[in-house]
């Protein structure tokens, strides 16, 4: 009964998602204002009213947005019992790496902290206080110190690593050791409870590793790097096994990686185009990441399915509706804006 009672009362949180037709007329705004009224009718609105007291222009909607998707967040793991929620956690712990490593390129190159927080994803499992004195530290050694006295996990693989940071300067071993961590923590806990549920959760774990190697092997490539070093960034656990994203990174060059691609399961993403450059084929494989986590089977409501789909959903909303801002605020053209945009085909 469990699950019945959760996707019965996520079914009225999916309503309260921007249907496609909200998203483009917000397309059709000019001016940051005209976006504000228009959230102001959304289920936007408190967050909207109460950041509105403190902030105004592009920092209201951030504002408003971080606290908008927060509130989701936890109604979410509120109305969910105790099994689904501790699944639910999972899921969620992917937008505190999330944040983690864009406050740790952001110390790296020695970005502002208000710059940075601007790219923050809502945050639940960590608590905000914990981000606003992550964001004051001034070297990622004081983000270190800072993570070991607070007893954060995340503090062993970054410590582990960091000699090695700090002799070569690679941002690329910082970040791998979070993602790294996150995964292999998340499927070890998962084995845990060893049902259906955790099948799901760690089918979209595998998507995902699986996608974020795609794309690793496609900079890789793209960018002719031939050092075996390469191979140490693979991510491992996905149902790409670690030989078949080798094979990936030893393409001759992009035509290469592209038919190599195309006979991995994920090679649907490429259409039947002939040729993609590097951005579009990038952009392809990144939208079959929300493809696939937001695609929504109405007819599972025994599982977690749908709560999943939910959390993604929402994710991509907030994204859109920071990239519409963000455009605004920049006095960018619709084409712009679209460009980066994750595309509204993704929700059906």
Not at 247 to 271: F, I, Q, S
Not at 306 to 330: C, D, F, P, Q
């Amino acid at each position: 009964m469990s699950y019945e009672y959760l996707n019965t009362r996520v079914r009225v949180m999916l309503a309260r998602l921007l249907a496609p037709q909200q998203f483009l007329a917000l397309l059709e705004l000019r001016e940051l204002p005209q976006l504000i009224t228009a959230l102001s009718d959304t289920d936007y609105a408190p967050e909207l009213e109460r950041s509105s007291v403190e902030f105004s222009g592009y920092e209201l909607i951030e504002n408003a947005l971080i606290a908008h998707g927060q509130r989701a967040f936890q109604k979410l793991l509120t109305i969910a019992p105790e099994g689904p929620r501790q699944l639910l956690e999972i899921v969620l712990e992917r937008f505190e790496v999330f944040n983690l490593k864009t406050i740790v390129r952001g110390l790296h190159a020695g970005a502002p902290a208000k710059e940075v927080a601007r790219s923050l994803y809502p945050s639940l499992l960590f608590s905000q206080t914990f981000y606003t004195e992550l964001l004051q530290r001034g070297t990622l050694r004081d983000m270190l110190d800072y993570l070991l006295s607070t007893g954060n996990r995340y503090y062993k693989p970054l410590a582990a690593i960091f000699p090695e940071y700090e002799r070569t300067g690679k941002l690329a071993l910082l970040e791998h050791a979070l993602d790294s961590f996150y995964f292999a923590n998340a499927r070890a806990r998962l084995r845990e409870y060893a049902d259906e549920n955790a099948k799901i959760v760690q089918d979209a774990l595998d998507t995902e590793t699986d996608i974020l190697n795609l794309v690793y092997a496609l900079r890789v490539v793209a960018a002719g790097v031939r050092s075996p070093e390469r191979e140490r960034y693979i991510l491992a656990g996905g149902r790409l096994s670690t030989e078949a994203v080798r094979e990936l990174l030893n393409a001759a060059d992009l035509d290469d990686l592209l038919k190599k691609v195309r006979r991995t399961p994920y090679g649907k993403a490429l259409a039947a185009e002939a040729e993609l450059s590097i951005t579009r084929l990038q952009g392809r494989l990144e939208n079959l990441l929300y493809r696939e986590l937001c695609r929504l089977e109405r007819g599972r409501f025994f599982d977690i399915h749908m709560a999943i789909s939910y959390i993604w959903r929402k994710s991509a909303e907030i994204t859109n509706i920071r990239v519409i801002a963000s455009g605004l605020a920049r006095r960018a053209s619709r084409a712009q804006i679209e460009e980066h945009l994750i595309p509204l085909e993704v929700f059906a």
